[in-house]
């Protein structure tokens, strides 16, 4: 049971250049939600998905978009990378409940745009 | 989702308990108070959850007033492993939306 995966774990990538960020989860969770965090900051919440087809904004949507074709799979794509979208994205998976439930967080993804 | 307030940073001594506190003021009767930690840039890991009585597991206790306006998480034990970034989150589920939103949390720091 490999949880959250995310690849790649590093990227490096020039100004305007595209990219999309893989996580997938093989527990059959429903929703799934990317976060970016930058040093000595918390997580901010990216996009977020309640199930194959839907997506939604977080915090801080701008210059990322996303789809949710497969429950398994949640890409992120930068269209054209900004020196600003330097920091470590971590991708996350739960399932529906009542509060009963924890999230799932993958090892991140360390992006540096030049 | 309500919001939490924590402090920024706590030392303890090694095999000393850490406890961390947690406001929730605005807490709604249907919300619950999640804590997750996240040790050196790792992705965050879960810790407990509760509703209104206090909790346990393996790794720490949850207590949690009887107005429900506060928290403390506690690790009876902290070893160095323990230093870690600590995030206390209040969230309600349900089926239209799932999103779990992040303050700043408590930098800990055990100390040997």
């Known amino acids: 049971n490999a949880g959250v995966t995310q690849t790649p774990k590093f990227q490096v990538l020039k100004t305007g250049q595209s990219m999309t960020l893989q996580c997938a989860q093989d527990?059959?969770?429903?929703?799934m939600s990317w976060y970016r965090q930058d040093p000595g900051m918390g997580l901010r919440l990216i996009h977020y998905?309640?199930?194959?087809?839907?997506?939604d904004q977080g915090e801080v949507p701008n210059g990322y978009n996303v789809s949710r074709s497969t429950t398994e799979d949640f890409p992120l794509r930068l269209l054209s990378a900004a020196p600003s979208q330097t920091s470590v994205y971590f991708c996350?998976?739960?399932?529906?409940?009542?509060?009963?439930?924890?999230?799932?967080f993958g090892q991140g993804t360390r992006l540096t745009v030049v | 989702d309500a919001k939490t307030t924590q402090p920024t940073s706590m030392d303890c001594a090694e095999g000393r308990a850490a406890n961390l506190p947690c406001n929730h003021s605005?807490?709604?009767?249907?919300?619950?108070v999640y804590w997750y930690r996240q040790i050196h840039s790792q992705g965050p890991q879960y810790i407990i959850h509760?509703?209104?009585n206090n909790e346990t597991n393996e790794m720490a206790s949850l207590i949690i007033t009887e107005d429900r306006k506060s928290s403390t998480l506690i690790l009876p034990h902290a070893t160095l492993r323990d230093t870690a970034v600590y995030y206390c989150i209040v969230r309600f589920t349900k089926t239209s939306y799932d999103k779990v939103i992040f303050g700043p949390g408590t930098s800990l720091s055990v100390i040997p």
């Open positions: 998905s309640v199930g194959a087809g839907i997506t």
């Open positions: 509760g509703l209104k």
């Open positions: 996350a998976s739960s399932s529906p409940g009542r509060g009963n439930t924890e999230a799932f």
């Open positions: 605005t807490i709604s009767g249907n919300e619950y």
């Open positions: 527990m059959n969770h429903e929703y």
